[in-house]
């Protein structure tokens, strides 16, 4: 068989949310170059699938204006074929609508296996690979050999490739980053996978496959558990856990507005903090509403005991437009959004005309916010536009009205920028490029509590930390298992939410971390050729199987205890020969004396801004260009057509990486 070149390879990593995969390898390895949903559309005939939602509507509002000649023509070819004349018939795909998605992988697992194939058709399709071209397919530890051999099938009968493999996901993790001994933890949608690695081999036994309620989706499930009373959606929740004012807080760090948190002062002037929010008097004591998230205090429009506190408090829940709209009552709401941005944009201009000059607020941090804001984009509200038919102009109409984003420049035409009346615009016809122009969501800013520092919440964290413990305890390996308490990566897209990472090491380390002076208490982990002391004190070591040459009165039990794990803190001068024997344990069995991450890899400058989320697709760029290129089947890294002729399916198993 010809071997093959860069530019025909291709490389698929099936996920619960979102699918990757990517034709060719370019020359510095880059992120997916296609990223999918993992979801289809049943399709009106039974059987068939649909990467988008199909809609089928009746469309009166939008008619072109056709010479008599032609509307007679189409009249009588609607009367031939049997059409309505009055309506036409509209078919539209709607790239965003997930109404009556079919979600094929579940926890890792394909769930749906006709709609898993109908996704991989697509991937397929949407690549548009030339001939000769070979696949590797990123596998998830949940599917089982008989899957593999299900996949094998599908993909050499399907496409007819000369060649494909399948390659573990934790095994392209360590690919990615270049050790060949590490704790992969991928922190998935709705599943957790940990495997232990060592010399590139994935210990089965121990291993963590698809553990359940520790995913992003438990983190969306616990933030709608508390905000559902204040009227949250699950989507809503899903967009704040992307949102950067998610964040997870590390253990023993207190949330802002509660005792022990460093925003909160003792107040010594109670009649600055009723009028000001100051703790104190003085200069610099003075805390900025803005900087807050908070309304300020005192009397007059924009403040928490001002006008709008008329008994009608909207912080207390989300306002449901959707049901707003739905109700008829599309246009009350409209105009009173209209008069309260006209409302605010007057308070504005008055107080930056009265307001004197004053110093630039310090902004707070996120952590240390009481409240904060994001951006919401409904697509529930923007599902209902849509089922109601008005047209182009008038959706536009309406979406430009309910979006309460931020207004870019270059959407709004040049009349508009001089400060040319609306009339005239009208009257130009530059609104329908006005409405056209917005064709985006809908946003809408929501203001969330501490209730945003909370999404790890319920045990997840410590669950995690258990499967780790229980993973790395099960090596039956023993000198094995410091290397991966050290050698810690965790990856996957349920990884991003901000502060996970680090909040997942602080519960680790809380746990199951012991410091190396605590290491003397555990006598079996003493080196073999050393004796234990007895109560006479004749057989207690003496100074002179120390360090050779030196004057130093250190314990040699405690160093003899704590140089396995340690040797690199000590001066070489000072290490001890008798001790690195192959019967010293470099750590205890059960617990770590450290923990560690993994050194990212720096060579690839296009992952260092996306992160290493998804390395393992790294991994597989690096295995498709060692198995495919260089190696050329050598190492039986894949399968040709030929030996899928010769064995079937079943032979999968002798060339998976």
Not at 147 to 157: A, D, P
Not at 191 to 209: C, L, M, N, Q, Y
Request: charged share 25%; with cysteine.
């Amino acid at each position: 068989m010809p071997p093959f070149k860069d530019e025909q390879i291709i490389i698929i990593a099936p996920g619960s949310e979102t699918t990757t995969a990517q034709l060719g390898l370019p020359e510095s390895f880059t992120p997916a170059r296609l990223r999918v949903r993992s979801r289809m559309f049943p399709a009106e005939k039974g059987g068939e699938w649909e990467p988008y939602k199909v809609r089928r509507r009746t469309d009166k509002a939008e008619k072109r204006l056709v010479p008599q000649e032609e509307a007679e023509e189409i009249s009588d070819m609607k009367k031939t074929f049997g059409e309505p004349e009055d309506d036409e018939i509209i078919y539209e795909e709607d790239p965003v609508s997930e109404e009556g998605a079919v979600w094929p992988i579940s926890e890792g697992r394909i769930t749906n296996w006709p709609c898993f194939f109908a996704l991989m058709t697509h991937v397929y399709n949407t690549l548009n690979p030339p001939f000769h071209t070979p696949i590797l397919l990123i596998a998830q530890p949940a599917w089982t050999p008989r899957e593999h051999e299900k996949l094998t099938q599908f993909f050499f009968e399907k496409f007819k490739t000369p060649a494909f493999g399948l390659m573990d996901s934790a095994i392209a993790t360590a690919w990615a980053y270049g050790v060949h001994t590490a704790t992969v933890v991928d922190v998935g949608r709705d599943k957790v996978d940990v495997t232990a690695i060592s010399e590139f081999i994935p210990h089965g036994t121990g291993r963590v496959v698809a553990l359940p309620n520790s995913g992003g989706e438990a983190m969306t499930g616990r933030l709608l558990e508390i905000l559902r009373p204040k009227g949250f959606t699950r989507e809503m929740c899903e967009q704040l856990k992307r949102s950067p004012i998610c964040e997870i807080l590390p253990v023993g760090v207190p949330l802002p507005g509660t005792p022990g948190s460093t925003a909160q002062e003792v107040i010594t002037n109670p009649a600055a903090a009723a009028s000001t929010g100051a703790t104190g008097s003085g200069p610099g004591r003075r805390e900025s509403a803005a900087a807050l998230g908070i309304a300020p205090r005192g009397p007059g429009p924009d403040t928490e005991v001002g006008e709008e506190q008329n008994g009608e408090d909207e912080n207390e829940g989300v306002l449901d437009v959707a049901s707003i709209v739905a109700g008829g009552k599309m246009n009350e709401y409209l105009a009173r959004k209209e008069r309260e941005k006209q409302e605010k944009a007057a308070a504005k201009k008055k107080g930056a005309e009265t307001a004197p000059i004053q110093a630039r607020p310090v902004r707070l941090p996120n952590s240390k916010r009481e409240r904060n804001t994001f951006m919401y984009e409904d697509h529930a509200l923007l599902d209902q536009l849509k089922s109601m038919n008005l047209g182009s102009k008038g959706m536009a109409e309406a979406q430009a009205a309910l979006d309460e984003g931020p207004q870019k420049k270059h959407d709004l035409p040049e009349q508009m920028e001089s400060g040319e009346p609306r009339s005239a615009i009208e009257a130009n016809g530059t609104s329908d490029f006005l409405f056209s122009s917005h064709t985006g969501p809908i946003r809408r800013e929501i203001e969330v509590g501490t209730e945003r520092f909370q999404a790890a919440s319920g045990g997840i964290l410590e669950r995690i930390a258990d499967a780790i413990h229980r993973t790395i305890s099960s090596v039956e390996e023993v000198n094995k298992r410091s290397e991966l308490w050290d050698s810690l990566i965790i990856c996957g897209n349920g990884s991003k939410i901000r502060g996970f990472k680090d909040s997942l090491m602080s519960t680790l380390q809380t746990k199951y971390l012991i410091s190396p002076s605590s290491a003397t208490i555990f006598t079996s982990e003493l080196p073999s050729n050393m004796s234990t002391p007895a109560g006479t004190g004749a057989n207690t070591p003496q100074p002179q199987l120390g360090p050779h040459g030196s004057s130093s009165q250190v314990n040699p039990l405690l160093l003899a205890a704590t140089t396995g794990q340690n040797a690199h803190l000590l001066h070489p001068n000072n290490a001890l020969p008798s001790i690195h024997s192959h019967n010293a344990h470099s750590s205890h069995g059960q617990t770590p004396t450290s923990i560690k991450l993994a050194r990212p890899p720096e060579y690839f400058p296009e992952w260092k801004d996306v992160g290493y989320d998804e390395a393992a697709f790294l991994g597989a760029q690096v295995a498709a260009k060692v198995i495919f290129v260089v190696d050329q089947g050598m190492s039986k890294g894949y399968m040709t057509r030929p030996d899928y002729n010769d064995q079937g399916p079943t032979g999968i198993h002798d060339y998976s990486m």
